[in-house]
């Protein structure tokens, strides 16, 4: 199913879920954000991009549900992964420590993917169908605490990720077409501006605020 088909419904368990301020998600995964997310950081954050941004090889990675960037790192060509930098204690770039508590400093526009854990979706035909994810059992502290989570509010969210993510992963083939056919130097700073560029574009005139 392409992303411009219009999702209807959507069906799942009813999850009670409280961040308990952990940090043990931040410290496991990597994200990806999008050239949206990437500008609602730096546009509402006051963070530069090149702060809080670094690349992942594709062939250390694997294959992850993310576009991918042929960028030149130290004289050569090669598959990279756009991410959010890590700390060296492995916690996020925006982790913040109070007393015991984890906290991110861009929560109220952190990246739409951070939004859903511990939920994941999927979807069929023009329904969307929300789980726990499977790693997150036994995992999150956060599952079975609190409020039952708002599935209405995931579901706009689905909305908005999958047509960022479309977005972006036509902006990742544009960049790497002009790559290959040496129109653009592929450097990490060019990458980034390009990135950062597109993304304020749409957040500013799209509605991707």
Do not use: Q
Not at 75 to 102: L, M, T
Not at 165 to 192: Q, Y
């Amino acid at each position: 199913m392409s992303g411009t088909e219009i999702l209807k419904r959507y069906f799942g368990v009813k999850l009670r879920f409280r961040c308990m301020m952990c940090g043990a998600c931040c410290r496991r995964y990597w994200v990806c954000p999008t050239h949206c997310d990437i500008a609602r950081i730096s546009k509402y954050g006051g963070f530069n991009p090149r702060e809080f941004l670094t690349l992942m090889p594709k062939e250390r990675a694997g294959n992850w549900n993310a576009p991918s960037f042929l960028v030149k790192v130290g004289g050569r060509v090669g598959e990279y992964y756009v991410v959010i930098k890590k700390r060296r204690d492995g916690y996020c770039f925006f982790n913040e420590f109070r007393g015991a508590r984890v906290l991110c400093k861009v929560h109220s526009y952190k990246p739409l993917v951070c939004r859903f854990y511990p939920v994941v979706y999927w979807v069929k035909g023009t329904s969307v169908f929300f789980e726990v994810h499977d790693d997150a059992i036994g995992f999150c502290p956060g599952i079975g605490r609190g409020s039952i989570y708002d599935l209405d509010y995931l579901f706009g969210v689905v909305l908005r990720i999958r047509e960022e993510k479309r977005m972006f992963f036509e902006l990742a083939s544009k960049w790497n077409e002009a790559v290959s056919r040496g129109k653009i130097n592929p450097t990490f700073d060019n990458l980034i501006s390009y990135i950062h560029s597109r993304g304020l574009e749409v957040i500013e005139h799209g509605g991707h605020s």
